[in-house]
């Protein structure tokens, strides 16, 4: 069968590597405060919003990129080693390419892969105690749904995706114009509960036939007349309890987050049961992406971290973090440090493990004597991405038996000498009044051992002075 002949234009726009370029992810969303809020136009986005744009060394020779015109190699190659970019505006008024490095977001990837750390669900980390959090990949069947997934038949099976918005996020012009659409589809949605209607009554009609032992395969599903159906939608009206799971499931809406206690006594409009893949999904809302938003697809811990000499490890080789902002009162609340490990900001150090260890240099204060900044080793656990695509990562402090077989260990501050040292360090040769005097043999023997002599008591040296009294 011979092939259909492609015009040239559609097989320049077919091997093209523009084309093939994914479209722009909408930016994350800004949130409403009342005050004015100071944000850098140039700081690194939370999630890459573009993709990133690399060449090959011949090509980037000739400033080639695949793109309209070549890039100038001031920009790119001359500025760095490994250039990568992304464009913002392929052509424009001024016949130029608007571009920018991509560094940022790829660094940042090729760190975290560096750290061999596989994507887990969101769950919080409770640092108090020594009790990890279990791990659950999002790349499990039973959780890795969305509303058109196989998976959904499955008993117990739960998605990180609705079709409907999450409501607890929406603002009132977004709420508004999502009760316009909903309004649009009422016959849709009355006929979807008309059919569920349908089949509750043939369900109890079955079940009270089962119960009266009558044959199941003659009985036939009973239809339901415009009066009973209208009957059933204002008994719905007055019972909330009732409307919410309906509502949620016909809409298909996300899980609610959970009821405030103090409300429990009031009515409510009921949700459904929680099937979000995570319970943290149903507080700050459902994922912009996939769970895992394509940074590691290993599914479990279950690797052996080999050392060269020593053989395999129960932990990985630790990795340095740096503190980027100690502990400190700011805008008169007490804040938690952060620290910067692989390119990600992390916070709420576990300050409560610090307690055994010692509290790292620079951790509670600035400390601008340390070189090169303050750091320290830590061991990450869980890495997960929350719901605006930020990378949440969890660590403890490396232990002793972690950093042995590296060699590796924290920075230690030189102490200061003082009186008092040198004093503590010399109390060995002063002779104290309550004893008897010192032999040479005896002296040699104190500063050699650094040990004092034991200290005679009350009773001995009273005895000691009624026998010289005695004596004279």
Known sequence: MASARLSPTANLLRRSRLFSLPPTIQPPQELPASRLVYDSESATLPHPIRASIVTPPSSLARGDWGLKRPLPAKSTSERSSRPVVRVHTLDTYENTTDFESAADHTV?????????????????????????????????????????????????????????????????????????????????????LREQFDAKRFAETRKQAQDNGEDLEALSPTKVTDEEFQAYIKSLRHDPFALGPIVYDLLDLPSPPAVPSERIGRKYYQSTANKMSASEYATSGPPKTHPSAGLSYTRSHASIHNHPKYGPQAYQRPVEARILRPKGRFKGRVNKAIAGIGGIAVEDLNALTFVDQGTPPGLTFFDASIPGGAKYWVTPIRASVDTDGRIGLSSYRASATAKAPYGIEDYKKPGTASISDAARDHATMVPMLDRKPLNQAQFKQASGSQSRQPARGTEDIARSLMESLRSS
């Open 108 to 192: 940042t990837l090729e760190k975290f892969q560096e750290l061999h750390m596989p994507m887990s669900l969101p769950a919080k980390v409770n640092y108090a105690t020594s009790m990890v959090p279990r791990h659950q990949s999002p790349f499990e069947t039973h959780v890795d749904n969305s509303e058109t997934s196989k998976g959904l038949r499955e008993p117990g099976a739960k998605r990180y995706r609705h079709v409907g918005p999450w409501l607890a996020g929406l603002t009132e012009a977004e709420f508004l114009g999502y009760l316009n659409q909903v309004k649009q589809r009422k016959p849709e949605l009355l006929q979807k």
